[in-house]
């Protein structure tokens, strides 16, 4: 069975690769380029290794809350949006890191996604790291409050080693048309406001 | 079958109609907006005194004698022709060395969502060219004209020599009809709180011989002036209020400048956003809904304000023409609009039937002050769907481009970037006001990506 779904998924890659094909290429640790990451085509690479600096398992923990974020690196992430009639479907790619995470508080798991494998259509917790920054950038998906927020993660360099995670309250979509989400409760369950994570692994 | 050998006329139909319009005599609107035309209204009974125009008008007579029209009786060219002139204000338009006359006129068959004017163009040579126009107003989008089929042009000559066949040797013209509208009614160009239309028309003679008789004309297919892309009805639309005239003309609206004003103090001082949703009104002009407000002490909105429509007496999601709103000057927010904001005004393009050019979405904070203003109505409302049922695409690519940790410049030129991306750089135009001079600026990109272009109103 988990070959099947190897198998489909690489089939299904390389139609992708086919249709949308690789026009140009840049670095992400060029900032002279950054004007051309995002053109239709273009495959923007983090050539300098930048992500492996955030590659882990990270914890969060106080009396009440436990929350980890696994990071891993993911090659290609292929990003496009339904053009409308008559116009040209528009594509790049990048290299980037795909989030999943843990979120337990008072003893109740909230959710637990850290063993989903993403792949690089199908993702929805991602980030990327382009020069001059030294952070993460991304969109992080907050499963209980069905809420899409932008993060930044930035390597603290410490010993042991921490990052700050920062999950914007403001910056945020929802996942849910609006009618749905509940008066009074909590619309996000993953901290904001930028939080100190220890790197586990 | 319609010829190559098209030429230009230039023709200056306004309608005058009903009650409402300014009765200012000789209100010269293109002194408030420096157009480059004038217009003027003139009562039937001021106008029956101006030679050119009486000189015009008799030539159209099937008698060959000089009339004055009269506000009692009706002349001999009514008689002729069979329409009565309502004795309401004339429309005088001066362009390009032409003068023309917009006068309400009523036929036995005029029908009760038609307009009709008489039309007499009068060139720097004393040539006149003369035209019934029958405006036929949709019921179902508050009496807009949305298709060019609703504008019936027929030439009228009594004399063959002096029709434009004759004078132009050809067999088809297009004809460039510039109305204003608001949404109940439809009068002059004088009335400069609503858009102003210019659309091109081809008739052409049934036969393809010298004779533009009324009973005779062909209306073709429209011609597309703007030579857009996939924008449909609204395509053909020029509007003679340009954008930038709408962004002058909506700052020097006193309640919306206080309104900005008030929000971009209130970026500096919360910790939530703050909306109003602008409402045009056929009476009593733009319109604010109440602030609406994010409210971070309720987690269930958070601190994002809602961009929402109201539905009353006045403001209804028919009449709505977009919102202002501040983000936070804390960095917490983005310096530009998010795509949310646009997914919310192009909400709000679905519901309106207002003018396009009206439409216009604004934010401020202490990054600037933003505007957006829409290009192609049609093409953008019909988006939504596709936006609002992938959002998470949009808000990936979005994310790709804008950078809320990014100073505003880098953010100015990812949102650009975005909107090229994205196809949605032929709906929207961004345009910025600047700090210093307080002057709007239309913001694009140069061809390779790499640098804002600003390019000033006026």
Request: aromatic residues 10%; charged residues 20%.
């Amino acid at each position: 069975m988990k070959k099947l779904f190897i198998y489909l998924f690489l089939l299904c890659s390389s139609i992708i690769y086919a249709q949308y094909p690789v026009i140009t290429t840049t670095s992400l640790s060029n900032p002279s380029q950054e004007d051309q990451h995002t053109n239709s085509g273009n495959y923007a690479m983090d050539t300098e290794n930048e992500r492996q600096q955030f590659v882990g398992l990270w914890r969060y923990t106080t009396s009440d809350v436990l929350f980890e974020v696994k990071i891993l690196k993911l090659d290609k992430l292929f990003s496009s949006t339904t053009p409308p009639s008559g116009f040209e479907r528009k594509y790049s790619y990048m290299d980037g890191v795909v989030l999943t995470y843990k979120l337990v508080k008072n003893g109740v798991v909230l959710h637990d996604n850290l063993s989903t494998i993403f792949t690089n259509t199908n993702y929805h917790s991602w980030g990327y790291i382009e020069a001059p920054d030294d952070f993460l950038y991304g969109r992080i998906k907050d499963f209980t409050g069905s809420v899409t927020s932008v993060f930044t993660i930035t390597n603290l360099n410490t010993i042991p080693n921490r990052i700050l995670f920062d999950m914007s309250n403001m910056a945020y979509s929802l996942d849910n048309p609006r009618h749905t989400y509940i008066p009074s409760n909590n619309l996000f369950s993953i901290p904001t406001g930028g939080i100190e994570m220890i790197r586990i692994y | 079958m319609r010829k190559n050998n098209i030429i230009r006329l230039i023709i200056f139909g306004i309608v005058l109609m009903l009650f409402g319009c300014s009765e200012d005599l000789f209100d010269d609107i293109s002194q408030k907006n420096k157009r480059d035309y004038k217009i003027k209204e003139v009562s039937i009974s001021e106008l029956s005194l101006n030679q050119g125009f009486t000189k015009a008008y008799s030539k159209i007579s099937k008698s060959n004698f000089e009339i004055q029209i009269s506000t009692t009786n009706k002349t001999q060219i009514e008689n002729d022709y069979g329409f009565t002139i309502i004795d309401e204000p004339a429309k005088v338009i001066e362009y390009d060395n032409k003068t023309s006359y917009s006068l309400l006129i009523k036929t036995d068959s005029t029908q009760t969502n038609e307009i009709k004017n008489l039309v007499i163009e009068v060139d720097s040579l004393n040539e006149s060219t003369n035209f019934i126009i029958t405006y036929k107003l949709d019921e179902s989008s508050e009496n807009h004209i949305n298709t060019n089929e609703q504008i019936v042009i027929e030439e009228i000559a009594f004399d063959p020599n002096t029709n434009i066949s004759s004078r132009y040797n050809s067999d088809c013209m297009d004809v460039i009809v510039i109305y204003c509208s608001d949404a109940s009614k439809y009068c002059g160009g004088a009335d400069t709180q609503h858009g102003c239309y210019r659309r091109t028309t081809t008739i052409c003679s049934a036969s393809g011989a010298s004779d533009f008789g009324a009973s005779e004309n062909v209306l073709t297919s429209p011609v597309d002036i703007n030579h857009g892309h996939g924008g449909g009805g609204e395509s053909l639309e020029e509007s003679l209020i340009t954008p930038c005239d709408d962004l002058t003309s909506k700052d020097s609206n006193a309640e919306f400048s206080t309104k900005m004003t008030e929000l971009k103090t209130k970026a500096s001082n919360q910790n939530f956003e703050s909306a109003f949703t602008m409402y045009q009104n056929a009476s009593l002009g733009l319109l604010f809904s109440n602030e609406q407000v994010g409210n971070p002490n309720d987690l269930y909105t958070g601190g994002q304000v809602e961009l929402n429509i109201n539905n009353d007496i006045l403001s209804t999601p028919y009449n709505s023409v977009g919102f202002i709103h501040c983000h936070l000057d804390n960095g917490s927010t983005f310096g530009v609009f998010s795509f949310s904001d646009i997914l919310g005004f192009s909400q709000l393009a679905g519901y309106s039937t207002r003018p396009v050019v009206e439409f216009g979405l604004y934010v401020t904070s202490a990054s600037g002050t933003f505007a957006i203003k829409i290009k192609n109505k049609i093409a953008f409302k019909n988006y939504f769907n596709v936006m609002n049922g992938t959002q998470s695409h949009f808000e990936t690519e979005f994310a790709k481009h804008v950078k809320k940790t990014d100073d505003v410049n880098k953010q100015k030129k990812g949102f650009l970037k975005f909107l090229k991306e994205n196809n949605l750089e032929n709906m929207l135009d961004l345009y910025e006001k600047d700090t210093i001079t307080n002057i709007w600026e239309k913001l694009t990109l140069n061809t390779n990506g790499t640098q804002i272009v600003e390019e000033p109103c006026n």
